[in-house]
């Protein structure tokens, strides 16, 4: 089971819990003083607005996370995220964030396309 980028063993199914995945997360990433902004976009490309992600929330590392780790290429400094990612991502952060992202997590929770930026 692959999640949020990471493997889990297969006899835990689809129940791994937050908090390995959240441990995952957090081994060997400081995200702590970087910037990160999410743009989304409609599938034709049309740029819809840019979102700044709260730091010091999961959700601000698990992207500091995606962005350091994921094989995807960077297009002027943004990288684009994998629907699944996106879902996860925002699932635990609704969870453990609480407030802080809620209003973000909604919009992530749509069909349009999402690009990433950690500076």
Known sequence: ???CGYHFPASEGNNVSFEK??????????ASGKTV??????REGVQLETLEV?????LH???V???TNTEVVAKDGLKMIYYTNKYQISEISKSVDGDATKDLCKKLDDMNLY?????
């Open 1 to 3: 089971m692959f999640v």
């Open 21 to 30: 995945v959240i441990e995952k997360i957090n081994e060997g990433i400081d």
């Open 37 to 42: 902004t999410l743009t989304s976009e409609t």
């Open 54 to 58: 709260p730091s010091g929330t999961f």
């Open 61 to 63: 590392t698990a992207f």
């Open 65 to 67: 996370d995606y962005y």
């Open 115 to 119: 690009r990433v930026k950690v500076a």
